[in-house]
T-cell receptor, first 114, second 111 residues
Framework: NAGVTQTPKFQVLKTGQSMTLQCAQD?????MSWYRQDPGMGLRLIHY???????DQGEVPNGYNVSRSTTEDFPLRLLSAAPSQTSVYFC?????????????FGPGTRLTVT | KQEVTQIPAALSVPEGENLVLNCSFT??????LQWFRQDPGKGLTSLLL?????REQTSGRLNASLDKSSGRSTLYIAASQPGDSATYLC??????????FGDGTTLTVKP
C-alpha cells in the first residue's frame, strides 16, 4: 500500500491564483481530512469528509473548497490564493472500525503564496 | 469548542533520562486520543492511539495514559535517546473525522 499520497510536494503561487492540492489513499478509509500547519503550531482542520459525497467544514475553511467524489481522492482547492495561506498542508485518512479515527498522514505540501 | 494544550512547549534533557509530556483537553466527550511524532520538515508519524475506554497504551519505550474525566493524557518516554528528538503532538478526536491538535512539545535529547 502507498498509504496517503499528496501532490505536489512544493508549490509557489502568486496572490490571486488558484490551484488544487491532490490527496489520495489506497486503504479504503472512510474518513479524510485536510489540515494546515503554520510555523511553531499544531495542525488546524480545514475540511473533512466522512465518506464519498459528504464533506464538512473544520476550524479554518475560508478560502478553500473540497469535494469527495470517490473514496480514494479528496482534493483541496484554493480559490484565490492569499499570502495568509502560506503554510504546510497535510491530508489524513482514517478507518471507521474499532480503531476509529486513528489517522494516517500524507507527507505534506509546502505552499508559498507571494 | 474543544481546546488542546500541550505543556511544556519545549523540553531539553540529557540522554538516558525518563520524561513525561503532557496534553490536556477541555471537552471530555472524546472517542480517542492519538500521539504523533513529527521530525523537522516532515509529516506526522503515529505513535500511540488510546481509545476513550482505555487507561493506557504501551509501545516499546513509550507509554501513553488517558484520564478522560480530568481531560488529561501523558506520554512517558523511558531511557530517552538522541533519536527521540522531535516534536510530539497530541490529537483529540471528538466527532467523525474531526480532530483537534495541540501545538506540540519540542523535545531535544542531548548525547
Amino acid at each position: 500500500n502507498a498509504g496517503v499520497t499528496q501532490t505536489p510536494k512544493f508549490q509557489v503561487l502568486k496572490t490571486g491564483q488558484s490551484m488544487t492540492l491532490q490527496c489520495a489513499q489506497d486503504m479504503n478509509h472512510e474518513y479524510m481530512s485536510w489540515y494546515r500547519q503554520d510555523p511553531g503550531m499544531g495542525l488546524r482542520l480545514i475540511h473533512y469528509s466522512v465518506g464519498a459525497g459528504i464533506t464538512d467544514q473544520g476550524e479554518v475553511p475560508n478560502g478553500y473548497n473540497v469535494s469527495r467524489s470517490t473514496t480514494e481522492d479528496f482534493p483541496l482547492r484554493l480559490l484565490s490564493a492569499a499570502p495568509s495561506q502560506t503554510s504546510v498542508y497535510f491530508c489524513a485518512s482514517s478507518w471507521g472500525g474499532f480503531r476509529i479515527y486513528e489517522q494516517y498522514f500524507g507527507p505534506g505540501t509546502r505552499l508559498t503564496v507571494t | 469548542k474543544q481546546e488542546v494544550t500541550q505543556i511544556p512547549a519545549a523540553l531539553s534533557v540529557p540522554e538516558g533520562e525518563n520524561l513525561v509530556l503532557n496534553c490536556s483537553f477541555t471537552d471530555s466527550a472524546i472517542y480517542n486520543l492519538q500521539w504523533f511524532r513529527q521530525d523537522p520538515g516532515k509529516g506526522l508519524t503515529s505513535l500511540l492511539l488510546i481509545q476513550s475506554s482505555q487507561r493506557e497504551q504501551t509501545s516499546g519505550r513509550l507509554n501513553a495514559s488517558l484520564d478522560k474525566s480530568s481531560g488529561r493524557s501523558t506520554l512517558y518516554i523511558a531511557a530517552s535517546q538522541p533519536g527521540d528528538s522531535a516534536t510530539y503532538l497530541c490529537a483529540v478526536n471528538t466527532n467523525a473525522g474531526k480532530s483537534t491538535f495541540g501545538d506540540g512539545t519540542t523535545l531535544t535529547v542531548k548525547p
